[in-house]
């Protein structure tokens, strides 16, 4: 008997296919889930491209593996071979190794507007958003500080 | 009838499932699987045009299975193939 249906497979299995085209160098898409990474990739909305490359840059947003887990976050900084990475909507923050890094986001599309990763109205938006929130999470430091 | 060429099969776990490849990415999103029939028919159209006589023979040769029943299956699978646009 012939079947063909949606699929529900868990997400180690899902991203350990994705992993395996990406480090044969195909570029790879899939729909984000999440709201980690609000107001740039929405949960169920927003469809992610990515592609290896060799050198991570502060500000890519990056697939890599964490305690066990598959996840899409902004680099934020990096400290030899160390690499800091924080959802744009997190509070928390995830240090990881080169090796666990996958790829990057080279383009996404929301709302049918395809937006490339390299266009400098992205990453002047991007410069905006993190500033306002890096003060935001310096308030949120000081009030909870204050309140100990 | 033939399975378009921007479509592939890939596995995850061991589920088999068939993927788009446009503007030069895999993209995994709307997804299907299929079972190792549907698999077989798929490889079979994806490298080759056959109709559904032909496919039947090819499928009587390696199923040992019903005539009436394989032929319900193609019909089956072609509808759904076509639902989703994968034929050329």
Known sequence: ???????????QDFFETIIEDLKKGDKVSFLVKGNSMKPFLLDGLTEVFLMKKDDY???D?????YRDNYILHRLI??????????GDNSVFSETVHEEDIYAYVYQYQSDEEMVSTASPEYLKRVRKYLAKRRTYLFLRRLIRGNKR | MKIKENYVI?????????VPI???AIRFRGIITLNNTAKFIFETLKNRVMDKDELLELMLEKYDADQSL?????????RILEENDLLE
């Not at chain 1, 900084?77 to 924080?86: A, D, E, G, L, T």
């Open chain 1, 1 to 11: 008997m012939i079947c063909l249906s949606k699929l529900v497979v868990s997400n």
């Open chain 1, 57 to 59: 840059l502060v500000g």
């Open chain 1, 61 to 65: 947003i990056c697939l890599f593996k």
């Open chain 1, 77 to 86: 900084k990096q400290h030899k071979s160390h690499f800091i990475f924080r």
């Open chain 2, 10 to 18: 890939k596995t995850i776990k061991d589920e088999f499932v068939v």
């Open chain 2, 22 to 24: 446009k503007d030069e």
């Open chain 2, 70 to 78: 394989l032929e319900k299956d193609i019909d089956n699978f072609v």
